[in-house]
């Protein structure tokens, strides 16, 4: 009985508690207005009043005021469910009987919860490329006291809507004799929404966490990221808060701003909030209109080893793997076939799964997991089996950390004898064991501290390990200074010590001085102290040079010069009493609508843009100067980005009187080496002037108007008229006050005048 009654009880405390009445006149029914928290809108409702003059509010208009259904206290009227708006809501009511106003204040528990994302991702639309192509060449000759060869790389691309097939030709004669190899051939078909690049020819294999990459002729499908350079692959942050009224929310990152949000009065959520890699702080700045702050702050940690909740990424493969690739073109061996996967399952942990095999040769299987451990960094573990013959297994650990003053990144690697996967079948000493430690002190304006630690073994070949310290230090107006100690460990030892002091200057220019000290067991100490002075190549056409001398009497002198058809170097080196010299020369050719035009490397998208058929415009992009139009008005851009928007310009100042530019800035969004057209908008003007008398030599009256084909333009004084489009013949009609009307027909002949004079032109009279 006592356990019966106690189970009562507990029914009785967990149902919502329900009054039920059957009498109309109970509560009376009326229209009142609602301001809650501050909220700038008002909200009419139809309510009921019980007898003290609480508010009664109906269950489906509490979503109306974004109020939370209470769990108890509901109340039937006429059979409809009812909530009191008070004490049990945590509600002070200011009601005004006159006006049927209510000025409610409410917690901010009572209230729905806000979400919001910080930013939504903006695609941009890409650009559909035409028919079109395009070729690269890279040609060389070097010369030594022992040898003279000569050489080139060629490739041949072509673009469609549906995708871009390249294919690479290396050619080389280094005196034992010639030879001509095809290198890769390759079809590739980009799908942005998808997120994924479908290859079709010559690939390389993705590696997973463990695994190894290996070249292969056949078809490869897979994410691709980069189709959508504005997505977040890593997790992303959420802030969270309560605003009694309305609310402005600012979301900082390591102390910049990335996000502001008005809010109504409750709970909210900002999600979607991008985060720097590593250890930082987010912080939560709510601010009311009488300008009353809260901070919140929260600690965070994120890596891109982990990808966001509910992201996958993936990768498949299969073909025949090639073989003396560089030296045979159609080398093509056993049938090989891939597999990988990756998922974010949630924010703090990614999983990887990836097989491998090969015919008549090794298979593996393995797993690799990445947790983030709190606000410390990230631990990852990965275990595999295979092999060719004996089946063995790999295990491996690591850890990463990357904070504002200290960093921590350590991963190894740890194989049996038998295990064997992708590019290790082969070999004869397999690897053992694999490990790298990397840690890092940030000293802010003292500079910043390196220290690494890398050890490989095999199971039958000698043991490498190395330590390595670096400090780099940023001396202000003074440049930057850095020093590198690296010491090998073993039968080998040796120690290397790097001093190097760099002092930019100007836009492109810099002076270096280097000290080198090396010490070997088997070669002794060498010491050098070099002295170098260079200036890189700039974004469009342009020289660049290097200097540099050597207190071992080594040297290196260079000189480039860049134009819009390519870019030639000539190098000289001088390096153990040996003298040698090398030239190239590389560039390219675009073939689009635009016809064919000289250019620089093609190894990324690029677009040609036409200005009508002005020449000598300077066009920008991103507001930086790349070059002049050619005679027809044409300039080829390389180098633009992929899937990303890229902003082109011209100074409109730099056109013609007669030409009319609508958009002096153009936006294009290139697939991946392919090329767009890209045509401003220019109109050009055709003006002219002229003197209109009529038929007895009296010129028009002042007033009167005047319509040609294009337009229709008043008579000044002495009957001047002045067309804005007057090219060709056109035949013109003039009217004015009095039912007079007269047509004339006047010519404007091409030439350089920009605002001709055509002289005085008789109208004759037409008849009404």
């Given at each position: 009985?006592?356990?019966?009654?106690?189970?009562?009880?507990?029914?009785?405390?967990a149902?919502?508690?329900?009054h039920?009445?059957?009498g109309?006149?109970?509560?009376t029914?009326s229209?009142v207005?609602f301001?809650?928290n501050?909220?700038?809108?008002i909200?009419?409702?139809?309510?009921r009043?019980?007898?003290?003059?609480?508010?009664?509010?109906?269950?489906a208009?509490?979503?109306t005021?974004?109020?939370?259904?209470p769990?108890?206290?509901a109340?039937?009227?006429?059979?409809e469910?009812?909530y009191?708006?008070g004490?049990?809501?945590g509600?002070?009511?200011?009601?005004d009987a006159?006006?049927?106003?209510?000025?409610?204040?409410l917690?901010p528990e009572?209230?729905?919860a806000?979400?919001?994302?910080?930013?939504?991702?903006?695609?941009?639309?890409?650009?559909?490329?035409?028919?079109?192509g395009?070729?690269?060449?890279?040609l060389?000759?070097?010369s030594?006291?022992?040898?003279t060869?000569?050489?080139?790389?060629?490739?041949?691309?072509?673009?469609?809507?549906?995708?871009?097939?390249?294919?690479?030709?290396?050619?080389?004669?280094?005196?034992?004799g010639?030879?001509?190899?095809?290198?890769?051939?390759?079809?590739?078909l980009?799908?942005?929404?998808?997120?994924a690049?479908?290859r079709?020819?010559?690939a390389?294999?993705?590696?997973?966490a463990?695994?190894?990459s290996?070249?292969?002729?056949?078809?490869?499908f897979?994410?691709?990221?980069?189709?959508?350079?504005?997505?977040?692959?890593t997790p992303?942050l959420?802030?969270?808060?309560?605003a009694?009224?309305p609310?402005?929310?600012?979301?900082?990152?390591?102390?910049?701003?990335v996000?502001?949000?008005?809010?109504?009065?409750?709970p909210?959520?900002?999600?979607?909030?991008?985060?720097?890699t590593g250890?930082?702080q987010?912080?939560?700045?709510?601010?009311?209109?009488?300008?009353r702050?809260?901070?919140?702050?929260?600690?965070?940690?994120?890596?891109?080893?982990?990808?966001?909740?509910?992201?996958?990424?993936?990768?498949f493969?299969?073909?025949?793997?090639?073989?003396?690739?560089?030296?045979?073109?159609?080398?093509?061996?056993?049938?090989v076939?891939?597999?990988?996967?990756?998922r974010?399952f949630?924010?703090?942990?990614?999983?990887?799964a990836?097989?491998?095999?090969?015919?008549?040769?090794?298979a593996?299987?393995?797993?690799?997991?990445?947790?983030?451990?709190g606000?410390?960094?990230?631990?990852?573990?990965?275990?595999?089996?295979?092999?060719?013959?004996?089946?063995?297994?790999?295990?491996?650990?690591?850890?990463?950390?990357?904070?504002?003053h200290t960093?921590?990144?350590a991963?190894?690697?740890?194989a049996?004898?038998?295990?064997?996967?992708?590019?290790?079948?082969?070999?004869?000493d397999?690897?053992?064991?694999?490990t790298?430690?990397?840690?890092?002190?940030?000293?802010?304006?003292?500079?910043?501290?390196q220290v690494?630690?890398?050890?490989?073994?095999s199971?039958?070949?000698?043991?490498?390990?190395?330590v390595?310290?670096?400090?780099a230090?940023?001396?202000?107006?003074?440049?930057?200074?850095?020093?590198i100690?690296?010491?090998?460990?073993?039968a080998?030892?040796?120690?290397?010590?790097?001093?190097?002091?760099?002092?930019?200057?100007?836009?492109?220019?810099?002076?270096?001085?280097?000290?080198?000290?090396?010490?070997?067991?088997?070669?002794?100490?060498?010491?050098?102290?070099?002295?170098?002075?260079?200036?890189s190549?700039?974004?469009?056409?342009?020289?660049?040079y290097?200097v540099?001398?050597?207190?071992?009497?080594?040297?290196?002198?260079?000189y480039s010069?860049?134009?819009?058809?390519?870019?030639?170097?000539?190098?000289?080196?001088?390096?153990?009493?040996?003298?040698?010299?090398?030239a190239?020369?590389?560039?390219?050719?675009?073939?689009?609508?635009?016809?064919v035009?000289?250019?620089?490397?093609?190894d990324?998208?690029?677009?040609?843009?036409?200005?009508?058929?002005?020449?000598?415009?300077?066009?920008?992009?991103?507001?930086q100067?790349?070059?002049?139009?050619?005679?027809?008005?044409?300039?080829?851009?390389?180098g633009?980005?992929?899937?990303?928007?890229?902003?082109?310009?011209?100074?409109?100042?730099?056109?013609?009187?007669d030409a009319?530019l609508v958009?002096?800035?153009?936006?294009v969004?290139?697939?991946?080496?392919s090329?767009?057209l890209?045509?401003?908008?220019v109109?050009?003007?055709?003006?002219?002037?002229?003197?209109?008398?009529?038929?007895?030599?009296?010129?028009?009256?002042a007033?009167a108007?005047?319509?040609?084909?294009?337009?229709?333009t008043?008579?000044?004084?002495?009957?001047?008229?002045?067309l804005?489009?007057?090219?060709?013949?056109?035949?013109?009609?003039?009217?004015?006050?009095?039912?007079?009307?007269?047509?004339?027909?006047?010519?404007?002949a091409?030439?350089?005048?920009?605002?001709p004079?055509?002289?005085?032109?008789?109208?004759?009279?037409?008849?009404?």
């Amino acid at each position: 009985m006592r356990a019966a009654l106690s189970l009562a009880i507990s029914l009785a405390l967990a149902a919502p508690l329900v009054h039920s009445t059957d009498g109309p006149d109970a509560f009376t029914e009326s229209v009142v207005e609602f301001t809650v928290n501050g909220q700038p809108a008002i909200t009419t409702l139809v309510v009921r009043r019980d007898a003290d003059g609480t508010l009664l509010l109906q269950a489906a208009d509490l979503a109306t005021l974004r109020l939370k259904q209470p769990a108890r206290g509901a109340l039937l009227v006429n059979g409809e469910r009812y909530y009191r708006l008070g004490v049990e809501m945590g509600a002070r009511v200011n009601f005004d009987a006159t006006t049927q106003h209510a000025d409610v204040s409410l917690p901010p528990e009572a209230f729905l919860a806000t979400v919001r994302p910080a930013s939504t991702a903006d695609q941009p639309r890409v650009t559909t490329p035409a028919l079109g192509g395009f070729l690269n060449y890279d040609l060389y000759g070097e010369s030594t006291s022992q040898r003279t060869s000569l050489g080139g790389i060629a490739e041949a691309g072509f673009f469609t809507p549906h995708g871009v097939g390249t294919s690479t030709l290396l050619s080389r004669d280094d005196g034992d004799g010639r030879s001509a190899v095809r290198l890769e051939t390759t079809w590739t078909l980009d799908l942005p929404e998808r997120l994924a690049t479908l290859r079709m020819g010559d690939a390389i294999s993705a590696s997973g966490a463990w695994g190894r990459s290996v070249r292969f002729g056949g078809v490869q499908f897979g994410t691709n990221f980069a189709t959508q350079p504005t997505l977040v692959t890593t997790p992303m942050l959420a802030a969270h808060g309560s605003a009694v009224v309305p609310s402005t929310v600012d979301v900082f990152v390591n102390g910049a701003q990335v996000a502001s949000q008005d809010v109504p009065p409750g709970p909210f959520t900002i999600d979607h909030v991008p985060s720097i890699t590593g250890a930082g702080q987010m912080q939560v700045v709510i601010t009311d209109a009488l300008g009353r702050q809260q901070i919140l702050s929260q600690p965070y940690y994120t890596g891109p080893t982990l990808l966001r909740s509910g992201l996958s990424e993936y990768s498949f493969e299969l073909g025949s793997l090639r073989e003396e690739y560089g030296y045979a073109s159609n080398a093509y061996g056993d049938l090989v076939a891939a597999a990988t996967f990756r998922r974010g399952f949630t924010d703090q942990f990614t999983a990887e799964a990836h097989a491998e095999m090969q015919a008549g040769g090794p298979a593996a299987v393995g797993l690799n997991g990445a947790w983030q451990a709190g606000e410390f960094g990230i631990v990852s573990a990965t275990m595999a089996v295979g092999g060719a013959d004996d089946i063995g297994w790999l295990a491996g650990f690591g850890f990463e950390h990357n904070g504002r003053h200290t960093s921590l990144f350590a991963r190894t690697q740890f194989a049996s004898e038998s295990f064997a996967q992708l590019g290790t079948g082969d070999l004869d000493d397999r690897p053992k064991q694999r490990t790298f430690v990397g840690f890092g002190l940030d000293f802010a304006r003292f500079g910043n501290l390196q220290v690494a630690y890398g050890l490989q073994s095999s199971w039958t070949g000698p043991r490498q390990e190395t330590v390595g310290v670096s400090h780099a230090l940023t001396l202000g107006d003074f440049g930057f200074l850095n020093l590198i100690v690296n010491q090998s460990i073993g039968a080998d030892m040796a120690t290397d010590v790097f001093l190097n002091w760099t002092m930019p200057f100007g836009d492109r220019r810099s002076a270096a001085l280097s000290l080198r000290q090396s010490t070997a067991a088997a070669e002794g100490d060498e010491f050098a102290a070099v002295a170098s002075l260079q200036q890189s190549l700039p974004a469009g056409t342009g020289v660049g040079y290097q200097v540099s001398l050597a207190s071992n009497a080594d040297a290196q002198l260079g000189y480039s010069y860049q134009g819009r058809a390519g870019t030639a170097n000539m190098q000289y080196a001088r390096r153990n009493d040996t003298d040698g010299w090398r030239a190239d020369v590389s560039g390219g050719l675009a073939i689009t609508a635009a016809g064919v035009i000289p250019a620089r490397r093609l190894d990324r998208s690029f677009a040609v843009v036409k200005v009508a058929d002005y020449e000598n415009l300077t066009v920008y992009v991103e507001n930086q100067p790349i070059g002049r139009t050619d005679g027809q008005g044409r300039i080829l851009l390389d180098g633009l980005r992929p899937y990303e928007r890229n902003e082109i310009s011209i100074d409109p100042k730099q056109l013609p009187m007669d030409a009319s530019l609508v958009m002096p800035v153009m936006q294009v969004t290139p697939a991946y080496r392919s090329g767009a057209l890209v045509e401003f908008p220019v109109t050009r003007a055709r003006p002219a002037t002229l003197r209109l008398v009529q038929t007895d030599g009296a010129a028009v009256p002042a007033g009167a108007s005047v319509r040609t084909e294009h337009e229709k333009t008043p008579v000044g004084l002495d009957g001047l008229v002045y067309l804005s489009e007057a090219a060709g013949t056109q035949r013109a009609v003039a009217e004015w006050v009095g039912g007079h009307r007269c047509e004339f027909t006047f010519t404007r002949a091409a030439g350089t005048d920009p605002v001709p004079d055509l002289g005085t032109i008789a109208c004759r009279e037409l008849a009404d």
